[in-house]
């Protein structure tokens, strides 16, 4: 039996509030064979939880209300001795063996960096579902890989994207003209993982440009060319 078939009666949930990162992720998970539900929230997560009661929940760091971790140890309570564990993946881009030893105690399997590599994650799936401990931080998740499956190549990803960029780019200018940089930085953190994702290599490096141009102590006329650079090559993505 292939491992695609092998997971072909799994349950999996997806929690994410990044439209595109949802997307893209639960599209993966489906060409592997997973079923998938999938909600933006720790909130809505619980309530599916009990009602789909999946092998496996992928979920982001950064959601509204609860966080990642806080929906982990939330979880893991559920899983009752007697019970079937639930497997726990967090993808974040914001890695770090602090975060990591977090996540782990929290009940998490391990930790995927965003931008998710398909490969890598179908490689963590084959690992889980044969009961081996995933090598969910190795480098290699981090090559450029080519696989004619992956479902960042689809036109219904990209025009996603173009939609997000289209919609979020007058809000990201307007953020930084009224100087709310907390703000701004969330919309880029999003733009940068769609960018990511849908392998645009250009506008990702702009948006990290423009990122660390918000820094303390803002350099003002640096923010000013970052973001410039940067408006300019998204222009060219939605022609």
């Known amino acids: 039996m292939t491992c695609d078939q092998q997971q072909s009666a799994l349950r999996s949930l997806v929690v994410e509030d990044h439209l595109v990162s949802r997307r ?14 999938h909600c933006r929230s720790a909130e809505e997560a619980l309530k599916l939880y009990s009602a789909w ?12 209300g609860a966080d990642g971790l806080e929906l982990a140890e939330a979880l893991d309570q559920r899983n009752a001795p007697g019970n079937h564990k639930t497997l726990m993946l967090l993808v974040t881009a914001q890695t770090s063996p602090a975060l990591e030893k977090q996540a782990r105690a929290a009940g998490f399997t391990g930790v995927l ?5 398909f490969a890598a994650l179908r490689k963590v799936l084959s690992e889980l579902k044969a009961g081996k401990v995933p090598r969910v931080n190795d480098k290699r998740q981090f090559a450029a890989y080519r696989d004619e499956s ?8 990209l025009n996603l994207f173009r939609a997000e960029l289209s919609q979020r780019l007058p809000e990201l200018e307007s953020l930084l003209l009224d100087g709310c ?20 290599r250009a506008l990702e490096l702009r948006l990290r ?23 300019r090559c998204a222009r060219y993505v939605l022609q």
């Open 24 to 37: 893209y992720i639960t599209e993966a998970l489906r060409r592997c064979g997973w079923t998938v539900k």
């Open 53 to 64: 009661n999946p092998q496996l929940v992928i979920s982001d760091l950064r959601l509204p």
């Open 113 to 117: 960096r965003k931008p998710l590599k």
């Open 150 to 157: 992956d479902p960042r190549s689809t036109a219904g990803l």
């Open 181 to 200: 940089l907390a703000e701004a930085e969330a919309v880029i953190h999003q733009l940068t993982a769609s960018a990511a994702i849908c392998d645009n």
């Open 209 to 231: 440009d423009v990122n660390a141009a918000c820094r303390q102590p803002v350099d003002v006329p640096r923010l000013a060319r970052s973001f410039a650079r940067f408006h």
